[in-house]
């Protein structure tokens, strides 16, 4: 089965470093999105790409988070200075059309 | 807001038995999705009804999709230990991405 893979599963950092998430798509598939999950706040959108372009990113913190594609098999999500709110479980997700979403296994973020 | 709402929060159920999950919603949809997430685990698709449909089945799962009401609701019949995790409801609204509800967290009893 094709699948979303994210890096790194699990990630601690302290407080004011620079943290890097990455994912790959499935191949093919043309919209991307990152999400996060809090048990707070549930699962939130707060990027999303198009044929690589960004559609809306309206779910980050602009200061802080930023969302790229490079390439049409890598996706980044990066945080700095980050914060111990931040602490969350990041997840990728790719879709080709309006089937449904192929989630990646997660990142999960701790800053201490 | 245009999340989906689940509803119950929780569930537990004998194996077995017969699970059934709510979902509201307050705006017009293209298609609704139903979602499960084992712990520790992303997302996993199960089922997908557009909104000019009424039911879908997928094995154990059935679908339905009531627009008049927005609301959909998810049936898993005949209950497995493995069928324990939350199961969300997500909404597309014609822009193709996805608003997802918090969630119905279901737990099967051996």
């Known amino acids: 089965d094709a699948r979303v893979t994210q890096t790194p599963r699990h990630k601690v950092t302290e407080m004011g470093q620079e943290v890097t998430m990455r994912c790959q798509p499935i191949?093919?598939?043309?919209?991307v999105f990152w999400y996060r999950q809090t048990m707070m706040q549930g699962l939130e959108l707060l990027a999303y790409f198009r044929n690589r372009a960004p559609l809306d990113d309206s779910g980050m913190p602009k200061d802080r988070f930023s969302a790229e594609m490079p390439d049409a098999t890598l996706a980044t999500l990066k945080i700095q200075p980050s914060e111990p709110r931040d602490s969350a479980v990041y997840f990728c997700a790719s879709r080709q059309g309006d089937y449904g979403y192929t989630f990646g296994s997660g990142t999960r973020l701790t800053v201490v | 807001s245009q999340q989906g709402e689940e509803d119950p929060q929780a569930l537990s159920i004998q194996e077995g038995e017969n699970a059934t999950m709510n979902c509201s919603y307050k705006t017009s949809i293209n298609n609704l999705q139903w979602y499960r997430q084992n712990s520790g685990r992303g997302l996993v698709h199960l089922i997908l009804i557009r909104s000019n449909e009424r039911e879908k089945h997928s094995g154990r799962l059935r679908v339905t999709l009531d627009t008049s009401k927005k609301s959909s609701s998810l049936l898993i019949t005949a209950s497995r230990a493995a069928d324990t995790a939350s199961y969300f409801c997500a909404t597309d609204f014609n822009d193709y991405k996805l608003s997802f509800g918090a969630g119905t967290t279901v737990t099967v009893r051996a």
């Open positions: 191949l093919g598939h043309n919209t």
